[in-house]
């Protein structure tokens, strides 16, 4: 069985977890530099080439899209469709995953909570911010990552200007009512219909996001019955089969920020003791051509 492996770096951290993974499993894996994977139609007939032999004797796909690669990676993911190639990701999952507002629409269409929110692609000079939503507000970027492009505004005169500034860049922004927690969230680790392990993530001092990239620190954290409902849930509304998803629970109810389509699991081990590469290759496993 040889299950396709697609990273940017072969180097990554989780890459070669991920590959370790599959060769415990006796699965031959084969590693995927996404930008050198080459896409042909011709007739009937979809392939995709890497160095120099087409893939379309892969059994399965295991992709690990980096944010750079949005576009790219998509594309892939379609072919691997036409090519009859079963994947851990499908490319209407990365698309949804990788703009916020699609997800918070995909998470309201089948009932889950999330926090108020408002697109905002520009504004008059007599519009505010707080016309919809009252401070504090939390205002996004659609496709920022790792914490970033993320701002926490508690003063009604900063959020105008902001708008501005990021509209005249030709960004879209979303602006949510902001949850009140401790500077903590949960990130639960799903794969398929299961909870491989969640932690909570805490914010370094003097920042209020909790991302583990940003400095935040990961403690395992054991997830209430409904907390794991809205993380499974959130998963499959979405359409991301391996997801990171991003919760903060106010007066027991949980309320999911995100979801992510390409989730780093390193700092899940150092607060759990699991390492999700093992679920993942399994899941691929269970995925692969019969």
Request: charged fraction near 20%; charge should be neutral; hydrophobic fraction near 45%.
């Amino acid at each position: 069985m040889k299950i396709g492996v697609l990273s940017k770096n072969q180097a990554f951290w989780a890459t070669t977890e991920i590959i370790g993974a599959l060769k415990n499993l006796n699965v031959e894996p084969v590693y995927l530099h996404t930008p050198q994977v080459h896409l042909s139609l011709d007739g009937k007939k979809a392939d995709a080439v890497y160095d120099g032999r087409s893939l379309a004797d892969l059994d399965a796909a295991i992709p690990r899209i980096g944010r750079s690669l949005t576009s790219l990676g998509m594309m892939i993911l379609k072919q691997f469709e036409l090519m009859g190639i079963p994947s851990t990701l499908s490319m209407k999952g990365l698309l949804t995953a990788r703009n916020k507002y699609l997800t918070l629409q995909s998470l309201h269409d089948i009932g889950i909570r999330i926090p108020e929110s408002v697109l905002i692609a520009s504004r008059r000079r007599d519009q505010e911010p707080t016309d919809y939503l009252s401070p504090p507000i939390v205002m996004k970027l659609l496709s920022g990552t790792q914490g970033i492009g993320v701002m926490l505004v508690r003063d009604p005169k900063e959020a105008g200007p902001i708008i501005d500034t990021l509209s005249e860049l030709d960004q879209i922004i979303c602006i949510q009512k902001y949850l009140p927690n401790p500077g903590e969230d949960i990130r639960a680790f799903v794969v398929g219909t299961e909870i491989v392990a969640a932690m909570r993530r805490k914010a370094a001092p003097n920042e209020w996001r909790s991302n583990i990239h940003i400095g935040g620190m990961g403690i395992a954290h054991t997830l209430s019955q409904s907390e794991a409902e809205a993380a499974v849930k959130a998963a499959e509304a979405v359409g991301v089969e391996v997801a990171g998803v991003d919760l903060i629970t106010v007066q027991n109810e949980p309320f999911v920020i995100e979801v992510n389509a390409s989730p780093g699991f390193k700092g899940l081990l150092d607060a759990t003791g699991i390492n999700a590469a093992q679920k993942i290759a399994e899941y691929a496993q269970s995925k692969a051509k019969k």
